[in-house]
């Protein structure tokens, strides 16, 4: 299938996926996109995510670099659905507070668009995971510490699952990965269709 010295690169600077990756057995290098994410738009929260990930792989996958070592590029990206609308970072404090607040007692969606560019055929594959999330009833003060922590800021839905904020979700429906940044099953599904096995490229 794939040659096992394949270059992997993760279009992302998020330490939540190149970690997911690692575990998984992978060791991609890490170029960051530099997409400009407020330009792109799509019509529903599914497809902004896949836009804003095929926006990052296609951007990695154009480098000379990149192309002469024939790289597999992941672009992925996140943004949480309520009530139909698109939640990325919180621009400040002062929005993480209000974002907790109103989505404690709730459910949203965690969509993460995912997409696998193969430098060497000029091919990708591309797709969305959705992962329910129910969010517990933490208290002013419990948001207020964990916005202060700066934690939130960082990530989209300002809440992670393996951080600070772990406490405050009460469960999720789907894949516990794609809230963390990204679906292994899925990763591996996009490998295949491109004609990949994700265990050739084990390190």
Request: glycine share 10%; hydrophobic share 45%.
């Amino acid at each position: 299938m794939t040659d096992p010295r394949r270059r992997l690169v993760l279009a992302s600077a998020s330490p939540a996926r190149l970690n997911l990756l690692r575990q998984a057995g992978l060791t991609p290098d890490v170029i960051v996109s530099g997409v400009d994410e407020d330009a792109v738009s799509a019509p529903t929260p599914a497809e902004l995510a896949l836009a804003l990930a095929q926006a990052k792989a296609s951007v990695v996958a154009a480098r000379a670099d990149v192309i002469r070592s024939g790289a597999l590029v992941i672009g992925c990206d996140s943004v949480l659905e309520l009530d139909g609308h698109a939640f990325g970072k919180p621009a400040d404090a002062e929005e993480a507070i209000t974002r907790w607040k109103s989505m404690r007692g709730r459910a949203g969606t965690l969509q993460t668009g995912h997409c696998v560019y193969d430098t060497a055929t000029g091919h990708y594959a591309s797709g969305t995971a959705s992962t329910v999330v129910h969010f517990g009833h933490p208290s002013d003060d419990e948001i207020a510490s964990y916005v202060a922590s700066g934690e939130p800021l960082r990530v989209a839905g300002a809440f992670t699952l393996d951080g600070r904020s772990a406490p405050f979700i009460d469960g999720i429906d789907g894949d516990h990965g794609n809230v963390i940044g990204l679906s292994l099953p899925l990763l591996r599904r996009l490998l295949a269709e491109l004609g990949h096995s994700i265990t050739a490229l084990w390190a």
